[in-house]
């Protein structure tokens, strides 16, 4: 079992920035590769990143590549996730989550573990 804690949204203007923490505890972190995903009112949930297990392989959603970046720290039991150029259609609950396999993945069903979720909310 893993227990994840997400922390760190809250408001900003577009074009700004927050970093988004999430918090580990319970199984090997390191065993687990780690993915953020965000859902906006009324949308489905939809893949922004993920970070393999030892923070070498890493992939991002097309619509923040160059704007977002995830890293780990496994010694911390941590995943973090930097949001630089903030848009509006960034608003949305950010969830992170991990999953067993040793691949990083998009897939939302290859993760057996998710957080409660953080609001971010963009303005314009």
């Known amino acids: 079992q893993v227990q994840l804690v997400e922390s760190g949204g809250g408001s900003a203007q577009a074009g700004g920035s927050l970093r988004l923490s999430c918090a580990a505890s319970g199984r090997t972190f390191s065993s687990y590769s780690m993915g953020w995903f965000r859902q906006a009112p009324g949308k489905e949930r939809e893949f922004v990143a993920a970070?393999?297990?030892?923070?070498?392989?890493?992939d991002y959603a097309d619509s923040v590549k160059g704007r977002f970046t995830i890293s780990r720290d496994n010694a911390k039991s941590t995943v973090l996730l930097q949001m630089n150029s903030l848009k509006p259609e960034d608003t949305a609950v950010y969830h992170c989550?991990?999953?067993?396999?040793?691949?990083?993945?998009?897939?939302?069903?290859?993760?057996?573990?998710w957080g409660q979720g953080t609001q971010v909310t963009v303005s314009s």
């Open positions: 989550a991990a999953s067993p396999r040793p691949d990083v993945t998009r897939r939302s069903e290859h993760y057996d573990y």
């Open positions: 970070i393999g297990r030892s923070g070498g392989n890493i």
